[in-house]
């Protein structure tokens, strides 16, 4: 029994330390509005605030047959997507892994070359009209020459990489993450590159926007999104957390060098707030937060997503729990016939377990935690042992696991609140009589917001404490999720950017 209250009591404590408290969260309410305003006059500030020549978002109504690709990470998606005109939309696609020797290629031509190949292949299978266009073209033109008549497809390229963006289908890459390298492409506009070898093979395509994933989820739920009003704001929070949202072009005050349509008054903002206050004015900063940053090839960066993304949450877990583990005073995981050698022996934990290796534990395991409310936490104990290799935990360990992962996860989701309540609050629809009545629609997307059990409602509680929201406020606020950002999401900008020509 001493063992075990002790075990109650360090509990309590750890999950004291992740406490976001009202005040702190209007804080960083308040924190977040500031970093947002510095973000819109200068560069180099922490919220980058990167006008992404957006500057409408659809209603519903938009029809037409449009393309859209994504290059993210380890496979490259194309997709067609038909707007129906009445809110629905039919999307068909396919996907290819990228070759490992393309993603280190010596010149940016041959990703790019297979990449566009890709497109060729999907028109060859799935709209056979426009491959066999592409055909005569061939026996026609020897040289390349760029398809531009009206009947041509608008593509939208969804591409996940920094990106100096420069126009609504112009942006140069900063930098290649996620094991891609290829020198040669560094500091060329991404599109063009795309787009000539979309030309070499005659293809009817061009490549009409660049797009950032959240602006891409802010337009597919704009379209979807039930109301006369669009969503104000699209957000990710999966394996990274970002969002982009509608800004009034006059609180735009840095220098532009695009073209864009100036007559809606509007243009849609890339926030990058992944790296929210990494200057830690406001951010809560437990002993694990910090551990955990020096751990990442990026310390002192993305310090709001490292709080509050599935890639960092299970990792904030683990190493909680390896604190407590190293305690021999709290019997968590602890194996009573250990011969206590080190700290390791003394746990009933395999150790090829995650909990002992750094990333090891998958923020998944979160969802099972938070969704398992039955008093003997039977499924949660169950994943403890398939998952993390814990031999027969006990009720009182899945109970500790259970309120540490709850604290954390709770933590997440009302910094989450911070970033949505500020941006509702920056656009000012809440007093805007034009807007009364009205629901502020957002669309989300990504697997903490679609599996983690009251990841919402939690944000929602913080959104009700928020000073300018409070419970009217917030019952304004509706958050739904947006699917296919970077399908049916591209292809509204790839027809936006179309109708600006
Ligand atoms: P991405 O953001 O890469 O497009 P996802 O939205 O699926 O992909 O997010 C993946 C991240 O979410 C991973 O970090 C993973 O650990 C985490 N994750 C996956 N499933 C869950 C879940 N059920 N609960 C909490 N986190 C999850």
């Not at 290799?389 to 540490?404: M, N």
């Not at 009589?433 to 929602?460: K, N, T």
Request: with cysteine.
């Amino acid at each position: 029994w001493p063992l075990n209250m002790a075990l109650a009591e360090e509990t309590k404590a750890v999950v004291a330390k992740f406490d976001y408290t009202d005040e702190n969260l209007n804080a960083g309410v308040k924190e977040f509005i500031r970093q947002m305003g510095e973000g819109l006059e200068q560069d180099g500030t922490s919220l980058s605030q990167i006008p992404t020549y957006v500057t409408a978002v659809p209603n519903g109504t938009e029809k037409g047959m449009y393309m859209a690709v994504d290059l993210g990470g380890t496979n490259f998606r194309v997709c067609s997507i038909l707007l129906n005109g009445d809110t629905t939309f039919n999307l068909t696609y396919s996907k290819v892994a990228i070759p490992k020797e393309l993603m280190v290629a010596k010149t940016a031509g041959e990703l790019f070359a297979f990449l566009a190949k890709q497109i060729e292949e999907f028109l060859k299978t799935h709209h056979q009209e426009h491959f066999y266009k592409a055909v005569r073209r061939r026996q026609t033109f020897s040289a390349p020459e760029g398809y531009r008549d009206e009947n041509a497809l608008q593509l939208g390229f969804t591409f996940s990489f920094p990106v100096n963006q420069i126009g609504i289908n112009k942006g140069n890459l900063i930098r290649w993450t996620k094991g891609f390298d290829i020198p040669d492409a560094v500091g060329k506009d991404v599109c063009a590159l795309l787009q000539v070898e979309i030309d070499k093979l005659h293809l009817p395509v061009k490549v009409s926007a660049l797009v950032n994933d959240t602006v891409g989820t802010l337009m597919a739920r704009s379209y979807t999104s039930p109301g006369k009003t669009g969503a104000i704001l699209g957000a990710i929070f999966g394996t990274g957390t970002n969002g982009a949202y509608i800004e009034k072009l006059a609180n735009v005050k840095k220098p532009m060098t695009g073209e864009f349509d100036k007559t809606t008054g509007l243009m849609v903002i890339n926030t990058e707030w992944g790296s929210f206050d990494n200057q830690l004015n406001v951010l809560p900063n437990t002993t694990w937060d910090i551990q955990l940053d020096k751990n990442t090839p990026n310390p002192g960066i993305q310090m709001f997503e490292k709080r509050v993304s599935g890639m960092f949450l299970g990792e904030i877990v683990r190493l909680t729990i390896v604190d407590m583990l190293k305690n021999d005073d709290i019997h968590l995981f602890k194996d009573i016939n250990s011969s206590h050698n080190d700290w390791k022996s003394t746990t009933n934990i395999a150790p090829q377990s995650g909990i002992f290796q750094p990333w090891g534990l998958d923020s998944a395991i979160m969802s099972v935690a938070a969704a398992d409310n039955t008093p003997e936490l039977g499924t949660l104990r169950q994943s403890l042992e398939s998952d993390l290799h814990v031999y027969s935990p006990s009720l009182e360990d899945a109970q500790a696991f259970k309120a540490i992962a709850g604290a954390i996860g709770r933590r997440a989701a009302r910094l989450s609140a911070v970033a949505v309540g500020a941006i509702v609050l920056q656009t000012g629809k809440l007093t805007d009589p034009e807007w009364a009545g009205e629901a502020i629609d957002i669309g989300v997307d990504g697997s903490l917001v679609e599996h983690y059990p009251y990841f919402r409602d939690m944000m929602y509680e913080g959104l009700r404490a928020i000073e300018g929201i409070g419970e009217e406020g917030a019952k304004r606020i509706r958050i739904g999720i947006a699917k296919d950002g970077s399908g049916v999401g591209a292809a509204l900008i790839a027809l936006v950017a179309a109708g600006m020509e």
